[in-house]
């Protein structure tokens, strides 16, 4: 049995550091919510400043210049689970960004919400704290420039179905679905129509056609469809029996991977009670169980 | 310079857990087999590396003279490093002339805490640690920057695992699997594991090596170099600091039949290898490497060890080792090894 004992090591309080007066400097910018760099013998700018150029170990200039805040994100990683000592307690960003006007390149945190919203290039600014005390977490984290915005849009009408589609909803209401035969051409349309789109005529003969038919193309949906029982849901066109126009509905009772082209079909309509001139009367179409049709 | 080699080379069996020995406790059997091997029992000069913050306690190097025997006084030395770092002031040291053997040791039980959020305590104070940037969330910022292709990533885990198992001084770890992130991009099987262990080394110089060892591993070449600290300033898909570390030991001066490379994370190993220019024929962390064992501050000596060992066992007639320190391969060290009388 190893005997275990807990054993913390802290500076209470934290360790004192001096500055000198390079970081110090960029650590006081930071406070008045400025970003500085410091210029090296050689032009060029470092960000954050260091005392001396890493290339060529020369002291570096007196010379600081504003950069920023904007700046481009290098490379990133994504800390899918932050820890307790990271900066943001959400998922966010570790990114190397390269402050506009800088030579180098600033590590810190990046709150893009998700990691589908990094990409080489993104802009990004800081985002300041309020209380700010001279600490390279005076900025709190990053953020992506602004790229996109929601523009909200309602307005409310009062519709009428119009006198044809009318018709075949007062059919529908008793369960009976109503069509149009076309006097010139003789197709008959389902819905119910007042004009032939082939002859431009009127049509003035109504027929009635029964609830069976046969699928001729279908499409599975995985987007959620508030028409639709669930997801994934089954859309088809269906040619009912004496029609020569197919009609689009919903098709149940059964698998969406089983509906195939020439599956025979029939209304499942809603119980009496609940039904009225509108097409949540019909639930949906589902198999006759009949052998398929030839399409 | 002055003819060192590797003439002895032991390591504990590494553990990913703590199996209750102190650091002076865990030392105590490489200390002896490396003793055993040579017959000396004193050395002309001792030196260590291991890091204070995995236990927590200051100077805790010094306890582990306990497992020494320091007395009569000994001439000792520590670095706050891999004890890779150890074994170059010891190589340093041997070349002055007045003393012809030396021990290097190096030690670690990363078991003992969080070693991502240690490493932490390793980061510029003013600028990275107040960020709270651990070693795995930096490790991964150079893995992207890298942009290695995931296969390829998976199959140097797969082939160190594999080559871990059949080292009884490695843990035994599964094939890697799994499509979660740690950090993105690296899964967790990129990430060396938490290890605890020791290892030691014996360097001799001149006939002494001779003497002691039938066939030294002699130290051609050996030279460390370092690059900027903070990542923002480097290019962090390449390791200039290894490339020059190479070409100063003469790594390129010939085919090396083995590499153990210090890579604690998979896209490490591809940093390295075009780094090192590492011929494909060249194998490459056939002891399975920290990937498969990582006892932090033993890590980098276990690296020349291995390397030593392929060479002093006739089984290579040259091999490169490398050691790194330092946040995404800041500072990096090359040795090369060669057999012969």
Redo the contacts between chains.
Sequence with gaps: M?Q?TR???EFPGG?T?T?GPV?GRF?TELRDRRLVGVRTATGRT???P?EYD?DTGDAVTGEFVEVGPAGTV???????SP?A???LDRPFA????RLDGAD??????VDAGD?RAMRPSLRVRPRWRAERTG???DIECFVPEVTAMTAPVRVEYTVTPGLALARFLSGIARGVFLGSRCGTCGKVYVPYRLSCPECGVAVTEEVELPDTGTVTTFAINNLPDPRAPEVPFVSAYVLLDGADIPMIVLIGGIPAHEVREGMRVRAVWAPESGRGPSMDSVRWFAPTGEPDEEV | MREVAVVAFAQTRHSAV???RSEPEMILGPLEEVRRATGLRRFGFTCSGSCD?LA??PFSFVSALDALGAWPPISESHVEMDAAWALYEAWARLQHGDVDSALVYGFGKSS?GDL??IM?LQLD????A?????QV??A??Q???VAADRAELDEIVRRSRAAGRANPHALDLPDPEGEE?E????RPYDIAPITDGAAAVVLAAGDLARELCERPAWIKGVAHRI??H????RD?ARSASAAEAARAAGAGKGRPDVAELHAQFSHEEIVLRRALDIPAATAVNPSGGPLAANPVMATGLIRIGEAARHVMEGRAGRAVAHAAGGPCLQHNLVAVLEGGR
Excluded: C, K, N
Aim: no cysteine.
């Design positions: 190893i275990r054993h913390v090591l360790y550091r500055t970081i650590l470092l960000v954050p260091l890493p290098e490379s990133w990683s994504w800390a899918g820890r000592g990271h900066p570790w990114a190397l960004i180098t390149s600033l590590l810190h945190a990691v600490h390279v977490t | 703590d199996e209750g913050y927590g306690a003992q991502r959020e932490t104070p003013y600028y990275l107040p960020l709270g940037l651990d969330s930096l991964a910022l893995a992207s920057a992130f950090v993105a991009p690296l690059e900027p903070y990542p923002g300033m962090l």
